[in-house]
């Protein structure tokens, strides 16, 4: 089983940007895909990016044109760069990988905070 390990998270001004780390315990290049999910204190997990083993990317609408997803086989690595971040991005960021309906455990995740 794969473990994905998330890095990157801190405390940043609004407006500012991040660029999260997704380190896999092995090769990710068979996976169907890699997502990056978030979690805000007393809200529901959401998908934020996905990026397909094909290079596609799609992302959710409150992120669209400020968050990039990307990828690097060769180190194992997944990436979400994060620009313009606004106060509502505050959250823990996850990121799990998809074969197909077999997903990778859940890690700790990395906490976002965007001050205003």
């Known amino acids: 089983q794969v473990q994905l390990v998330e890095s990157g998270g801190g405390l940043v001004q609004a407006g500012g940007s991040l660029r999260l780390s997704c380190a896999a315990s092995?090769?990710?290049?068979?996976?169907?895909?890699v997502d990056w999910y978030r979690q805000a204190l007393g809200k529901q997990r959401e998908l934020v990016a996905t990026?397909?083993?094909?290079?596609?990317?799609n992302y959710a609408d409150s992120v669209k044109g400020r968050f990039t997803i990307s990828r690097d086989n060769a180190k194992k690595m997944v990436y979400l760069q994060m620009n313009s971040l606004k106060p509502e991005d505050t959250a823990v960021y996850y990121c799990?990988?998809?074969?197909?309906?077999?997903?990778?455990?859940w890690g700790q995740g990395t906490q976002v905070t965007v001050s205003s």
């Open positions: 799990r990988g998809d074969w197909g309906g077999i997903y990778s455990p």
């Open positions: 092995r090769n990710i290049m068979s996976a169907n895909s």
């Open positions: 990026i397909t083993r094909l290079g596609s990317t």
